[in-house]
C-alpha cells in the first residue's frame, strides 16, 4: 500500500463522477470495449486526487483506458470504490483489481434488473397506454426510466463512496489479501468472457468402418470437448495475450491476424 495521505475528493466529487457515468458508452470500441469511456468518467476526480502530479495522472488515465465491460446503470459503485481506494493512497494495482472484480457482477445485476425487469416494465404500461390513445403513456415511460436510472446512479455512487471512506481505513491492513481474492474473481470473470466470444471449432471427422461394414463418424471437436472443454478459445486468447504482453501488438495487428486466421482455417477446413 502506498503511503497514507489526506483524501482530497468530496461527496460532489463522486456524484458528479455518477453521473458522467451516462457517457460511459460513448466511445465504445472492440479494442478495450468500455476502456475509453471509464477513463472519460473518472477523469475529473483523477484531476483532483493528481492535481499536483501530471505524470502520475497521465498513468493512471493509461492505466483506466484498459479492457472494461459493466452495466453503465451499476457503473457508479465501482467508480466510487476505485476512487476512495485512490484518494486514501491505496496502490492502482489493488485499486483496480477491485475494479475488475466488480465489474462482472454488477453488470449481471444491471442488465437483469434494468433490461429485464424495469425496462419491460415501464414499456409495457407506456405502450398500454398509448394503445388506448392516450399522450400519458410515452410521457409516463420517459420519465419513469429516466426517474429509474437517475435514482440507481446516484444511490450505488453514494453507497459506493460510503463503503470505500468508511471502511478503507479498517481494510488497508487487509487490503493485499482483499486485492489478491478480487485478482482470482477478475480473473475468473475474463475467462469466461473468452469462452462466451471466442468460438473455435474443428470440423474435422474421422470415418470409422465397423464389423457389420457400416460406417461410423467421429468428429475430432466431440473428443476434445470430452477431454477438455474449450480447449481452443483458451489457447486462442493465451495467444493473443501473449503477443500484446510480450510483443506489444496492436489491436489492428491482432484484427489481421485473426482475419487470417479464420480465413485460412475456414478455407482449408481445419477450423470454423
Same mark, same amino acid.
Given at each position: 500500500?502506498?503511503s497514507? &495521505? ?5 461527496? &460532489? ?6 453521473f ?12 478495450n ?23 502520475? +495522472? ?11 465491460n ?63 390513445g ?27 463512496y ?26 475468473t470473470?475474463?475467462?469466461? +468472457? ?5 468460438k ?25 470437448? &470430452? ?5 481452443l478459445?483458451?489457447?486462442?486468447t ?9 510483443? &506489444? ?11 487470417v ?12
Amino acid at each position: 500500500m502506498e503511503s497514507k &495521505k489526506n483524501p482530497v475528493l468530496k461527496l &460532489k466529487d463522486y456524484l458528479i463522477v455518477a453521473f458522467r457515468s451516462f457517457f460511459l458508452q460513448s466511445a465504445f470500441n472492440y479494442g478495450n470495449y468500455q476502456g475509453l469511456g471509464y477513463a472519460n468518467v473518472m477523469l475529473p476526480a483523477l484531476k483532483k486526487i493528481y492535481a499536483n502530479n501530471e505524470d502520475a +495522472l497521465k498513468q493512471s488515465a493509461i492505466e483506466n483506458i484498459e479492457f472494461f465491460n459493466s452495466n453503465p446503470q451499476t457503473l457508479p459503485f465501482i467508480t466510487s470504490i476505485h476512487l476512495a481506494l485512490l484518494d486514501n493512497g491505496e496502490s492502482a494495482e489493488n485499486a483496480r483489481s477491485i475494479k475488475m472484480a466488480l465489474m462482472g457482477p454488477l453488470s449481471g445485476i444491471g442488465d437483469s434488473f434494468f433490461q429485464f425487469g424495469l425496462a419491460p416494465l415501464f414499456s409495457s404500461i407506456g405502450a398500454g397506454l398509448a394503445a388506448e390513445g392516450l399522450i400519458l403513456g410515452p410521457i409516463l415511460f420517459f420519465l419513469g426510466i429516466n426517474a429509474s436510472l437517475i435514482a440507481t446512479k446516484a444511490l450505488t455512487g453514494f453507497y459506493g463512496y460510503k463503503l470505500g471512506t468508511e471502511y478503507i481505513e479498517s481494510l488497508s491492513d487487509k487490503m493485499a489479501s482483499i486485492s489478491r481474492l478480487a485478482a482470482i474473481v477478475g480473473i475468473t470473470v475474463v475467462s469466461g +468472457l473468452a469462452v462466451s466470444f471466442v468460438k473455435i471449432t474443428i470440423p474435422l471427422k474421422y470415418a470409422a468402418t465397423l464389423p457389420d461394414g457400416s460406417v461410423n463418424e467421429i468428429a475430432f471437436q466431440t473428443i476434445l470437448d &470430452k477431454i477438455t472443454p474449450n480447449l481452443l478459445p483458451a489457447l486462442f486468447t493465451l495467444f493473443i495475450f501473449y503477443l500484446v504482453r510480450n510483443k &506489444k501488438w496492436n489491436v489492428y495487428q491482432l484484427l489481421a491476424l485473426t482475419l487470417v486466421i479464420g480465413m485460412a482455417g475456414s478455407v482449408l477446413g481445419v477450423i470454423a
